[in-house]
């Protein structure tokens, strides 16, 4: 069974970091797409970064340039570094993983896909202005 467990959420001033991260166990790494996703408040939730386990990277548009997905295989752990962060960025951010061999272009789209698919209990990040 697949598991994941995020930390590293907390409060900020807008400009600000923060650096998630996503302890994973119980999968086998060339078989899943490893994804970030956040949710805020009466919206929907909405993808924000994959990483393959070659490494590969995609981003929604919102967070490119400022956000960057990375993988620590000896540790299973993930990682979301955020760097100026906005106001708009406030949200549960969650931990998924996704048994597809390959991510899609588009993070959004891995809610499209039909696969199985594993969630954290999210850790919740708030920029203030």
């Known amino acids: 069974q697949v598991q994941l467990v995020e930390s590293g959420g907390g409060s900020v001033q807008d400009g600000g970091s923060l650096r998630l991260s996503c302890a994973a166990s119980g999968y086998t790494r060339d078989t899943y797409c490893m994804a970030w996703f956040r949710q805020s408040p009466g919206k929907a939730r909405e993808g924000v970064a994959t990483i393959e386990s070659g490494g590969v990277t995609s981003y929604e548009d919102s967070v490119k340039g400022r956000f960057t997905m990375t993988q620590d295989h000896a540790k299973n752990t993930l990682y979301l570094q955020m760097n100026s962060l906005k106001p708009e960025d406030t949200a549960m951010y969650y931990c998924?993983?996704?048994?597809?061999?390959?991510?899609?272009?588009?993070?959004?789209?891995?809610?499209?896909?039909?696969?199985?698919?594993?969630w954290g209990q999210g850790t919740q990040v708030t920029v203030s202005s």
């Open positions: 998924a993983a996704f048994r597809i061999y390959a991510c899609p272009r588009a993070p959004r789209r891995l809610l499209l896909v039909k696969a199985d698919n594993y």
